[in-house]
């Protein structure tokens, strides 16, 4: 069985600084990793995935995450925080290979203020 | 399509009431997910297909949701009766292969009132 733990429901930062949000994971074989980003009465859109090799992966719109299998962790970084980044964000983890369903984390939402 | 189109985008039931939710993946995409997203959280596995074949409905709630994608393109997502704690969002996902990501659909926000 696989889960997914992401610390923090809500996530504020300033505009400008760093943001960070969390995500642990378990899982009986190695992971694939996945981050999405849902907007208001929006669908899901991946910002970025994990599934071998390099284990910092860069996305779209400035973020990245960082594999850590010691830590169990995947957490998603971006260096400066802009207004439009505001939005819900999961983590998601998967076994990889056919008929492989996500498991969502609860997600965390990120306000970004003046 | 360019993307995944899901019908209607809101949809009120009455109690009791059927309902059937349509997914129109990307053309070509050979596995589809339903997943479900109650209010303030993640979205959870309903089933899945394989083009036409339905290998895993280990999600689905109840015998009242029922899945169907008879030509492996179109899925309806079905649900009978609808209860007050069926109200949802309902989102479709496609994919070339699994496991490599998918591309979501916007859903269809269900309210059972």
């Known amino acids: 069985a696989q889960s997914v733990t992401q610390l923090g429901s809500h996530v504020s930062v300033s505009e400008g600084a760093l943001v960070l949000l969390r995500c642990n994971y378990s899982s009986s074989v190695p992971p694939y990793l996945f981050w999405y980003v849902q907007y208001p009465n929006q669908g899901l859109q991946l910002l970025l995935k994990y599934t071998t090799g390099a284990t910092l992966v860069k996305g779209i719109n400035g973020f990245e995450a960082e594999f850590k299998k010691s830590e169990t962790s995947f957490h998603l970084t971006k260096p400066s925080a802009h207004m439009s980044d505001a939005a819900e964000y999961f983590c998601?983890?998967?076994?990889?290979?056919?008929?492989?369903?996500?498991?969502f984390g609860t997600g965390t939402r990120l306000q970004v203020t003046l | 399509g360019a993307g995944v189109s899901q019908s209607p985008r809101y949809k009120v039931a009455k109690r009791g009431q059927d309902v059937a939710l349509r997914c129109d993946p990307i053309s070509g995409h050979v596995s589809l997910f339903w997943y479900q997203q109650a209010l303030g959280q993640g979205p959870e596995f309903l089933t899945y297909f394989q083009n036409e074949a339905q290998l895993d409905k280990s999600g689905l709630p109840s015998d009242r949701f029922f899945a169907e994608r008879p030509e492996g393109s179109v899925s309806t997502l079905k649900i009978q009766r609808t209860q007050q704690e069926d109200s949802a969002v309902y989102l479709c996902?496609?994919?070339?292969?699994?496991?490599?990501?998918?591309?979501f659909g916007s859903g269809t926000r269900l309210t059972v009132v």
């Open positions: 996902a496609s994919s070339w292969t699994t496991g490599i990501g998918y591309t």
């Open positions: 998601a983890v998967s076994e990889g290979g056919t008929a492989s369903k996500l498991t």
